[in-house]
């Protein structure tokens, strides 16, 4: 399985940053998809998850600039952030996210990761 | 601040034993199983522990993970200095919503 983000590396403040992940090796419909990114420096943010069907949740911090959105014909699933500022520059990773069903709770985890893009927002 | 949280930094000279820790809450790390990735400068994460204590294929037995309560740890034996990198523990809360660790920098002394 692989992943590979494409994408603007740079943005104006206050546009929007576009970015998909291809994927090969999987079925885009058998997973969810998640996108991850890392300022300069720093530590690793969730950003969000979609499934195929249309299914998202997003990071609350960011959940008002954010959509997601899968393509099954191209295989790949893309990621918008509006209204950009100076924060949001970063490298910006795409994951497929694995869910393991247990007795009670959670377990989820994210494998493969791609590459990663930067992206920097910048007038 | 991140809502996992992790030592900034660790260090071992070769050979040794070094152990990370993650520390949570009920709501994510108490409830649900808590992952660890590695990370080397300018390359993506890879999954290092999935399943609080499960090893992914290719990763090597000298990697261990475990938790008990709201905290989790990764245990490095054996310590080699291509070990030398960033870990990442994660984990899921109740709503789910994906949480990261804020990372704690590995240095093989």
């Known amino acids: 399985v692989q992943l590979q983000e494409s994408g603007p590396g740079l943005v104006k403040p206050s546009e929007t940053l576009s970015l998909t992940c291809h994927v090969s090796?999987?079925?885009?419909?058998?997973?969810?998809w998640t996108w991850i990114r890392q300022p300069p420096g720093k530590g690793l943010e969730w950003i969000g998850y979609?499934?195929?069907?249309?299914?998202?949740k997003y990071n609350p911090s960011l959940k008002s600039r954010v959509t997601m959105s899968v393509d099954t014909s191209k295989s790949q699933f893309s990621l918008k952030l509006s209204s950009v500022t100076a924060a949001d520059t970063a490298v910006y990773y795409c994951?497929?996210?694995?869910?393991?069903?247990?007795?009670?709770?959670?377990?989820?985890?994210?494998?493969?990761w791609g590459q990663g893009t930067l992206v920097t927002v910048s007038s | 601040q991140s809502v996992l949280t992790q030592p900034p930094s660790a260090s071992g000279t070769p050979g040794q034993r070094v152990t990370i820790s993650c520390s949570g809450s009920s709501s994510n790390i108490g409830s649900n199983t808590v992952n660890w990735y590695q990370q080397f400068p300018g390359m993506a994460p890879k999954l290092l522990i999935y399943s609080n204590d499960q090893r992914p294929s290719g990763v090597p037995d000298r990697f261990s993970g475990s938790k008990s309560g709201t905290s989790a740890s990764l245990a490095i034996s054996g310590l080699q200095s291509e070990d030398e990198a960033d870990y990442y523990c994660?984990?899921?809360?109740?709503?789910?919503?994906?949480?990261f660790g804020g990372g704690t920098k590995l240095t093989v002394l």
């Open positions: 994951a497929r996210e694995i869910e393991e069903g247990i007795l009670t709770g959670y377990s989820n985890w994210l494998d493969p």
């Open positions: 090796g999987a079925s885009i419909t058998s997973w969810y």
């Open positions: 994660a984990a899921w809360d109740d709503s789910l919503n994906a949480l």
């Open positions: 979609i499934y195929y069907r249309g299914s998202v």
